[in-house]
């Protein structure tokens, strides 16, 4: 089976401290925020696996990315990815509600 690498990006990064300070913010807990980034990191790493199985997103919202770009979720929220060889560049991790409809 073919072997990924994940790579963070820098805005990616920042959107997961920016996600735990807003939960342990809002609902004043360290452990759900923990628990929910523990969740999120685990999708990420998940696609080392097999990150092409996700299709390719065509909406004009993910061009601003890349015109590879794939999605998966996680709970409410959506990991936008390119993969480019063995390498998977996670690009932003974005709520999914504030992705426009096609």
């Known amino acids: 089976m073919k072997k990924f690498h994940v790579v963070v990006s820098e805005e990616a ?3 997961i401290d920016n996600l735990f300070d807003f939960i342990v913010t809002e609902y004043k807990s360290e452990l759900t925020a923990t628990r929910y980034i523990n969740g ?17 997103q065509t909406a004009s919202f993910f ?3 890349d015109s590879k770009v794939r999605r998966i979720n996680y709970k409410k929220m959506a990991i936008i990815y390119s993969v480019y060889g063995h390498y998977v560049y ?3 991790i974005v709520a999914s509600s504030t992705i426009p409809e096609i």
Not at 40 to 56: D, G, K, M, N, V
């Open 13 to 15: 990064a920042s959107d």
């Open 90 to 92: 996670i690009q932003r």
């Open 63 to 65: 061009m601003q990315f």
């Open 40 to 56: 999120l990191e685990r999708t990420i790493q998940s696609l080392s696996q097999s990150p092409e199985i996700y299709r390719l």
